[in-house]
């Protein structure tokens, strides 16, 4: 398994934007599926992008608006949201499976005028 931790959450207005890090140790993840979640109040953990071997995958909800990217030499991947709604307030969690599935503790995200 890999060590994951999440940084980058916020508040931000409607229409604004962020960008999520996902900081991972223990384990090289280039060759990994790794992906972000979130979490609103509520509701299910839902899948929100993926990323594996070259192939990024979005939810209908966030394509267009945020992209998945990684950083190999980092060990590091990242969320960037932009065009934020307040729908898309959440805690947001990195997810990694390495040799099993790893979480991160997870960051806030705050979408308010």
């Known amino acids: 398994q890999v060590h994951l931790v999440e940084s980058g959450g916020g508040l931000v207005q409607p229409g604004g934007s962020l960008r999520l890090s996902c900081a991972a140790s223990?384990?090289?993840?280039?060759?990994?599926?790794m992906a972000w979640y979130r979490q609103a109040p509520g509701k299910q953990r839902e899948l929100v992008a993926s990323?594996?071997?070259?192939?990024?995958n979005y939810a209908d909800s966030v394509k267009g608006r945020f992209t998945i990217s990684r950083d190999n030499v980092k060990n590091t991947v990242f969320l960037q949201m932009n065009s934020l709604k307040p729908e898309d307030t959440a805690v947001y969690y990195c997810?990694?499976?390495?040799?099993?599935?790893?979480w991160g503790q997870g960051t806030q995200v705050t979408v308010s005028s």
């Open positions: 990323s594996v071997n070259g192939y990024n």
């Open positions: 997810y990694a499976n390495v040799y099993g599935a790893s």
């Open positions: 223990g384990s090289a993840i280039s060759n990994y599926y």
